[in-house]
Structures are given as C-alpha cells and as structure tokens.
C-alpha cells in the first residue's frame, strides 16, 4: 500500500522558514517526479515546486521563486521544501503529488497539470502570522 506522509507544517512569523517532508512508503521516489502543491482557504490549488525524475531539474511557481526549494533525499525516500521568507498569503495545507505512472517528463508538467491519477498526502497545514 502506497503512502505519502506529509510533515513539519506549524506556525510561523512573516520572514520566517520551515522545512517540509514528504515521505514515501511502498513506492520509491527516486527517478520519479514529484511536487508541493498547496491549497490556501478561498483559493484554487497551486503546484508550488516541482522535481523532475529524470534529471532532477526543478521549476517553482512565480509566487515562491527564489523563496521555496524543493529537493530529495533518495536514501530516506523522501521529499523536502525548504520555505524561507514566508509571507502570510503562503498560508494553506501543502500536499505532496508523486506521479504513479511515470509518465511526466518535466518539473514544470507535474507543478502545472493534474492527471487525476498520481498519489496524493494528506497534507500539513502552514500559517504564517505574526
């Protein structure tokens, strides 16, 4: 059975960081792609940062640019996104999408399309307010 556990969600002060895991149990994640989307109240969910699996490029919304970076530990099979500079409008429950078929070919394909058919956590939840 395929599991994504999200973590390291909690409250933070505007300028603040937070590492968020995605960790994986009964799939690996390495060569796959992978991404952090989030879900703010009121708002349309939104790939934040994405990773290829084939050759580990990365793509970030324009909203985190040079704020978020994702990157993997194949060792631990898990996914991190480091969020320095947070800001209140980046309150919302992250969630961890892992393509299951290996089919997405970019970084920015599996941040911008939803096939409906990848895995999916169940989210941690970041505030940002002072």
């Known amino acids: 059975q395929v599991q994504l556990v999200e973590s390291g969600g909690g409250l933070v002060q505007p300028g603040g960081s937070l590492r968020l895991s995605c960790t994986a149990s009964?799939?690996?994640?390495?060569?796959?792609?992978i991404g952090w989307f989030r879900r703010a109240p009121g708002k349309e969910g939104e790939g934040v940062a994405c990773?290829?699996?084939?050759?580990?490029?990365?793509y970030s919304a324009d909203s985190v640019k040079e704020r978020f970076t994702i990157s993997r530990d194949n060792a631990k099979n898990t996914v991190y996104l480091q969020m320095n500079s947070l800001k209140p409008e980046d309150t919302g429950v992250y969630y961890c999408?892992?393509?299951?078929?290996?089919?997405?070919?970019?970084?920015?394909?599996?941040?911008?399309?939803?096939?409906?058919?990848?895995?999916w956590g169940k989210g941690t939840l970041v505030t940002v307010s002072s």
């Open positions: 999408r892992v393509d299951r078929f290996r089919h997405i070919t970019t970084a920015q394909e599996m941040c911008i399309i939803d096939n409906g058919m990848d895995y």
């Open positions: 009964g799939l690996t994640l390495e060569s796959v792609a």
């Open positions: 990773i290829s699996g084939s050759d580990g490029r990365t």
